[in-house]
């Protein structure tokens, strides 16, 4: 089976690092920083596409400062890169061994994703990628299209391991099966709605899924 999996909030502690991100770009460029909870709401999206969405209001010039800013902040934090969440390396770990593929689909910027995967030595755990400014951002499903290309499997041959509604949707709109984390991002009542065929609240808990 090729699992697809988020990455921040899923695989990644760093829901709390992207707020604070946010928030200090904003400061920087004279917009008012936003509550935790509004920001964990876009968490996912692409960052063109999470900061329109925060700051509609705008304009073209600001938002460019904004991105320019947090892109400076979360790279000098990502220096220290964020823990993983318990359970998961050594879950990939037993899902490699068991003969499955693994990827990512996310909301980060390529560079952003090989910079994490180098830091954390996980390049060699993942068989293939997509980030949000080489394709389409969810909840558009293009992302899981061009791995499903890539892998020449079919849906029902994947499973899309995520923490947001954007995950879920993305995953629905091919019926793909979906597993719902319940630690990240969105509330995992959010999540439910979508129809998951299994809800954790420990990543390890998706190996029990897979052998049953």
Avoid at 110 to 115: A, F, M, P, Q, Y
Avoid at 150 to 163: I, N, Q, R, S, T
Avoid at 165 to 172: L, Q
């Amino acid at each position: 089976m090729l699992f697809i999996f988020d990455w921040d909030g899923t695989i990644s502690d760093s829901t709390g690092r992207i707020i604070d991100c946010v928030q200090r770009a904003a400061a920087d460029s004279g917009l008012e920083p936003l509550a935790d909870d509004a920001i964990k709401d876009i968490i996912g999206l692409g960052l063109k596409e999470a900061l329109e969405r925060l700051y509609p209001g705008a304009g073209e010039e600001r938002r460019q400062l904004l991105t320019s800013s947090y892109a400076r902040h979360f790279v000098a934090a990502d220096q220290t890169p964020s823990p993983f969440y318990p359970g998961v390396r050594a879950t990939l770990e037993q899902l490699l061994r068991d003969g499955h593929q693994l990827a990512v689909a996310t909301g980060k910027s390529r560079r952003g994703l090989d910079r994490i995967l180098a830091n954390t030595q996980l390049q060699d755990f993942f068989h293939g990628s997509r980030c949000a400014d080489e394709t389409a951002s969810k909840p558009h499903p293009q992302m899981l299209c061009e791995l499903l290309d890539e892998f020449d499997v079919d849906p029902a041959a994947a499973v899309m391991v995520g923490d947001t509604e954007y995950d879920m949707e993305m995953a629905r709109q091919l019926d793909m099966p979906r597993i719902a984390v319940s630690y990240g991002a969105h509330h995992i009542d959010r999540l439910r709605g979508y129809d998951p065929v299994l809800c954790v609240d420990y990543f390890e808990e998706i190996l029990a899924w897979v052998d049953n």
